[in-house]
């Protein structure tokens, strides 16, 4: 084979024509991430040798240009990845008004038939066991990390952390050979105390950082029944970090109790999101999917660090692909993993003022993403990302793309619910009661007759007790994600 | 900008569906929709909102009236001189006299036995029960288990729950 030849942009993570500003901050970025005093994992040191000779080379601008006549013309396209850009409007329009514009952004495999092995996996379960969990929901926890365990395979790395009020390491990060023995540790875990899901957090993610690696999928499963109290701010900066050090969280929440906005929160900050278990049975069969998509793995979080042109606001942007989810709207934005069998989707909306929409052309964002592609030793170059759109004197009459029109007919009814919650929360139980009807009459259009019944009860729960009961708040948000991902499924 | 034929919403030009609504504003009629009854669903909706709304029943003999801040309901407590607040959950071996659950006492950090009014010969307090979130009159924390003396139109919290307390004055 020949030696893969380094690529210093590549290594950096910045474009071809990257300011000097943009290389130098890149460089010191990478060095504290990588230098010799902090980095634990093997390989880092001779990667951080690198990153500083791409740095040198790079920071001079005479052998940067040295280096860049040596570089084909062209970018090379990407190994694994494609991706596709779509609008929902042909054009926008010359306006003294502010227009909407809708933008799918698809990452998929490259080639679907080359199987790239799957990585290895660095996995820390972290379980909730407050006295709430007491009784059944306890017992199918701990059947259901039985059960992922004995699915591990021999290259992942896997631990158990249990957490109340206070969190105990069950099983410490490591190659797992006796699995017999640590089953019957998880059975060992008893319930008591409160939820403070920070002291859980903590414990998992120094697991997982024993063992960080490049080339290892580092992943955190949370699983929680209830609120945590006073400690919310300390776990989103925990998330946070994790998502610089490409640690995913994803969040199972069981019943009715916990706060789902919170743990969506937290999880959007690594590119995850949370699922909802009104049933414990369907415990087992959600960690096994969560680990299933773990394995599955092709590219971790895509990072898409961008910035607004002059007169564009985002508005609103979600995944509905390959597990539906908010994502915050601030730079770098999480977007989420691309998995070997499933692309990443993500719909964006902008509204666009007049001063923007006024040349011929407006651009609406300009970003590059960034990935780290777990199959691959040496850092993929980040890929330019470039949303722009024609402005002329009328309306193209060109329809909306099919994907486009079924992922928002889909999003706007999860935004509806969204509303709704946030309407009821502020006490405007009016206007809360009339879209959750709306909201019922189109599930009902759509043939979801179970999910319209939720939004009616809800609305008539709304109507006489001025609030949402937990369980229906939480069925119908989850419900109209689902259907998102139908949705995303069915456009293939 | 696009008025929704269904509703008037206003929306901005480019929207597809309305905002309000939900109304699919342009474009094509890819999306089918489909015919089908609504009875069974009214008739379950019905049902549900059929059953009785917690009216508190008015006695005479009420000396102590607690009023939800948040929702503004009242609930007037008489009957018994002690009584214990809380929130009911599934597994529990002693319930509270009074359940706040209706009243979003979980999310407001209301525990499962928060705290116990009680009313004497002179004076009506409250204590609390060794809470996770505290007691709070007027916003100052209680110690828990010490009694402390209500006044009327008193504020207290329990964790975030605000109740005013609202005394019969003889």
């Not at chain 2, 919290?157 to 005013?164: E, R, S």
């Amino acid at each position: 084979m020949a030696p893969e030849r380094m690529d210093y942009y590549a290594l950096l993570g910045v474009l071809r024509d990257a300011s000097q500003e943009d290389i130098k901050h890149a460089y010191y970025e990478a060095a504290q991430r990588l230098h010799p005093d902090k980095n634990q994992t093997a390989g880092e040191t001779e990667l951080f040798l690198e990153v500083q000779r791409a740095y040198e080379v790079l920071y001079n601008p005479k052998r940067r240009a040295q280096y860049d006549a040596t570089l084909p013309k062209e970018e090379t396209p990407l190994l694994f990845i494609k991706d596709k850009v779509e609008y929902s409007r042909p054009n926008l329009v010359h306006l003294d008004e502010p227009q909407l514009i809708y933008v799918l952004l698809e990452m998929s495999p490259r080639n679907v038939d080359e199987k790239i092995p799957a990585p290895p996996l660095n996995l820390c379960l972290v379980l909730d066991r407050s006295t709430s969990m007491q009784g059944e929901k306890m017992d199918i926890v701990k059947a259901a990390a039985s059960q992922l365990m004995r699915t591990m395979r021999s290259q992942d790395i896997f631990s158990v952390v249990s957490f109340s009020d206070r969190a105990e390491v069950i099983i410490p990060a490591a190659f797992q050979a006796d699995r017999t023995k640590l089953q019957g540790r998880i059975q060992m875990i008893q319930t008591g105390g409160a939820t403070e899901i920070y002291q859980g957090l903590e414990a998992g993610m120094q697991e997982i950082r024993r063992n960080l690696h490049s080339q290892r999928v580092s992943h955190l499963i949370l699983l929680t029944d209830g609120q945590t109290y006073g400690d919310e701010q300390a776990c989103l900066q925990l998330a946070e970090e994790a998502g610089r050090q490409k640690i995913g969280i994803s969040g199972l929440g069981i019943g009715n109790d916990w706060n789902d906005i919170f743990l969506d929160a937290l999880t959007s900050r690594t590119g995850n999101n949370s699922a909802y278990i009104s049933n414990p049975q369907d415990i087992k069969k959600l960690l096994m999917d969560k680990f299933n998509s773990i394995t599955n793995t092709l590219a971790e979080d895509m990072l898409l660090e961008f910035k607004l042109n002059e007169g564009i606001d985002l508005n609103y942007a979600f995944r509905l692909q390959p597990e539906g989810g908010p994502v915050a709207l601030e730079s770098p934005m999480h977007l989420g993993p691309i998995l070997q069998d499933t692309p990443l989707t993500v719909i964006f909306e902008f509204v666009v003022q007049p001063s923007a929409a006024k040349s011929n052309q407006a651009n609406l964002l300009d970003g590059s993403l960034k990935m780290a592609i777990a199959a691959r030793p040496t850092p993929a170059p980040p890929l330019r990302i470039r949303f722009e759109q024609s402005v002329s004197d009328t309306p193209g009459d060109v329809p909306p793309p099919l994907s486009i029109v079924r992922a928002l007919s889909r999003l706007t009814l999860y935004r509806m619910q969204e509303k709704a919650r946030e309407e009821a929360q502020a006490g405007h139980y009016e206007s809360a009661t009339r879209h959750l009807k709306n909201l019922a009459q189109h599930l009902l259009a759509q043939g979801e007759k179970d999910l319209a019944k939720t939004a009616l009860l809800e609305a008539n729960h709304l109507e006489r007790m001025q609030s949402l009961s937990e369980n229906g708040g939480k069925e119908i948000k989850y419900g109209t994600r689902a259907l998102l991902l139908s949705a995303a499924e069915v456009s293939k | 900008m696009i008025v929704c034929t269904n509703c008037k919403h206003i929306n901005m030009d480019g929207a597809m569906f309305c905002s309000e609504c939900g109304a699919q504003l342009t474009g094509s009629d890819i999306l089918t929709t489909q015919n089908m009854s609504i009875d069974s669903i009214e008739e379950s909706a019905k049902q549900a909102s059929s059953s009785p709304k917690p009216t508190p029943a008015v006695a005479l003999n009420t000396w102590i009236t607690l009023h939800l801040m948040d929702t503004g309901q009242m609930l007037p407590v008489s009957d018994r001189s002690e009584f214990t607040l809380g929130r009911i959950s599934e597994g529990q071996p002693i319930m509270p006299d009074i359940d706040l659950s209706p009243y979003q006492a979980y999310a407001n950090g209301v525990s499962r036995l928060h705290a116990v009014v009680k009313q004497t010969a002179s004076r009506i307090w409250i204590m609390d029960l060794g809470s996770a979130n505290g007691t709070y009159i007027n916003g100052k924390r209680l110690n828990p288990n010490i009694e402390h003396t209500l006044n009327n139109g008193d504020i207290i919290a329990l964790g975030k729950l605000k109740i005013q307390v609202l005394l019969k004055t003889s």
